[in-house]
């Protein structure tokens, strides 16, 4: 089992609809979550933290957060061509260390 | 405009050659992270370090590779000798983490893509 586990997908969404990516991690004492999203050739960019169990709002991102049951959520509102790209879950565990384990990944198409 | 620099942004080279790839963090980042992404493997974590101390190497092939940080503003990654299963992009990132204020946020490097033939 890998520590963080997404859909692969491809994930395709019609222009304005919500896109909804999902990941699951497998250490419990976790205490930090990341999205990242990453550009075809192109670095891995932060869009989103949260750090405590809830709803986290950012224009168009929503990050989910239930540590009972060892899941988070990304959901992109009115989603735009411009948001294609590879969505990374990053998750940190609970030591005082900054280290990211990274899931591998869903890719979202947004066709116009 | 505070970013992580890499270089060289591609490499070509040929099995058995040494490579070296350098990363400038951003100026204050006290952590700086080396990964490899392959499609195959997604995002590795090869080692790190904080305030210029490796903490963790333990997702590196020791006999080839060798990660160090002579000072605060460079970071090395050395593979020698390179083989052609080493082709991948490499990615620095760089964070800033303070006592109990575990953030963890990371800002990545353009990457260095390296294909060994």
């Known amino acids: 089992q890998k520590e963080v586990e997404q859909n692969s997908g491809p994930l395709s969404v019609p222009e304005g609809a919500i896109a909804s990516l999902n990941c699951t991690y497998s250490?419990?004492?976790?205490?930090?979550f990341f999205w990242y999203r990453q550009y075809s050739g192109k670095s891995p960019e932060l869009i989103m933290s949260i750090y405590s169990n809830g709803d986290k709002e950012d224009g168009r991102f929503t990050a989910q957060l239930n540590k009972a049951s060892q899941y988070v959520s990304l959901l992109i509102r009115d989603s735009q061509p411009s948001d294609s790209a590879t969505y990374l879950c990053?998750?940190?565990?609970?030591?005082?260390?900054?280290?990211?384990?990274f899931g591998d990944g869903t890719t979202l198409t947004v066709k116009p | 405009d505070a970013r992580v620099t890499q270089t060289p942004r591609d490499k070509v080279t040929e099995m058995g050659q040494e490579v070296t790839m350098r990363c400038q963090p951003i100026?204050?980042?006290?952590?700086v992270f080396w990964y490899r992404q392959t499609m195959m493997q997604g995002l590795e974590l090869l080692a790190y370090?904080?305030?210029?101390?490796?903490?963790?190497d333990s997702g590196m092939p020791k006999d080839r590779f060798s990660a160090e940080m002579p000072d605060a503003t460079l970071a090395t990654l050395k593979i020698q000798p390179s083989e052609p299963r080493d082709s991948a992009v490499y990615f620095c990132a760089s964070g800033l983490v303070r006592g109990h204020l575990n953030t963890g946020e990371l800002f990545f490097g353009e990457g260095s893509r390296l294909t060994v033939l």
């Open positions: 250490d419990r004492g976790s205490q930090s």
């Open positions: 370090f904080r305030n210029r101390a490796p903490l963790d």
């Open positions: 990053a998750v940190n565990g609970n030591t005082n260390a900054g280290k990211s384990t």
């Open positions: 100026l204050g980042h006290n952590t």
